[in-house]
T-cell receptor, first 113, second 115 residues
Framework: QQQVKQSPQSLIVQKGGISIINCAYENTAFDYFPWYQQFPGKGPALLIA?????SEKKEGRFTISFNKSAKQFSLHIMDSQPGDSATYFCAASNSNSGYALNFGKGTSLLVTP | NAGVTQTPKFQVLKTGQSMTLQCAQD?????MSWYRQDPGMGLRLIHYSVGAGITDQGEVPNGYNVSRSTTEDFPLRLLSAAPSQTSVYFC??????????????FGEGSWLTVV
């Protein structure tokens, strides 16, 4: 059963717009929440990650918002660019399991010029 | 620094054949894992290891076998290939311990087709 639920499945955003991808989880033992970016034919690459003791983390144009009580977290891509077109995966893990990741199903993002 | 290296990149197998996907990392990572990626399913954990000699099952372990005799290598064995195992396989590794920022590095993937 999917431990991390991700939405939307696909997203089209105009250049300069904000892309928002949402994820929800049930397991309160999760203590690490990364986002991965994957280009066709490549492996996933870490984009940004957060722990549950902070509500927001920003790195450049990428921001994670985390709501511990709602067990939800989201990725915001500000000023989206065509080069951001990729598949994005949220994930969650429990440090006691050796950082094995539980992934969402992914969001295919297309940023149009 | 090679990072996580997977071989082969592409493989076609006949149903019932066995094979091993190789994974090696040169970062002295304790944790290694194997995922499979299928369209619309995201990445699903097959097996993982928290150190040499220690392995455990993930979400979809059936039909796969692993061992971890060294820190560097974590091979994935398909015992008797089935068409349902047609997928892209990713190996990943990370440092030991519950330290935040414990980045998990993925290999480039192995495309496997079972006919």
């Amino acid at each position: 059963q999917q431990q991390v639920k991700q939405s939307p499945q696909s997203l089209i955003v105009q250049k300069g717009g904000i892309s928002i991808i949402n994820c929800a989880y049930e397991n309160t033992a999760f203590d690490y929440f990364p986002w991965y970016q994957q280009f066709p034919g490549k492996g996933p690459a870490l984009l940004i990650a957060i722990r549950p003791d902070v509500s927001e983390k920003k790195e450049g144009r990428f921001t994670i918002s985390f709501n511990k009580s709602a067990k939800q977290f989201s990725l915001h891509i500000m000023d989206s660019q065509p080069g951001d077109s990729a598949t994005y995966f949220c994930a969650a893990s429990n440090s006691n399991s050796g950082y094995a990741l539980n992934f969402g199903k992914g969001t295919s993002l297309l940023v149009t010029p | 620094n090679a990072g996580v290296t997977q071989t082969p990149k592409f493989q076609v197998l006949k149903t019932g054949q066995s094979m091993t996907l190789q994974c090696a990392q040169d970062m002295n990572h304790e944790y290694m894992s194997w995922y499979r990626q299928d369209p619309g399913m995201g990445l699903r954990l097959i097996h993982y290891s928290v150190g040499a000699g220690i392995t455990d099952q993930g979400e979809v372990p059936n039909g796969y076998n692993v061992s971890r005799s060294t820190t560097e290598d974590f091979p994935l064995r398909l015992l008797s290939a089935a068409p349902s195992q047609t997928s892209v396989y990713f190996c990943a590794s990370s440092y030991r311990g519950p330290v935040f920022g414990n980045t998990i590095y993925f290999g480039e993937g192995s495309w496997l087709t079972v006919v």
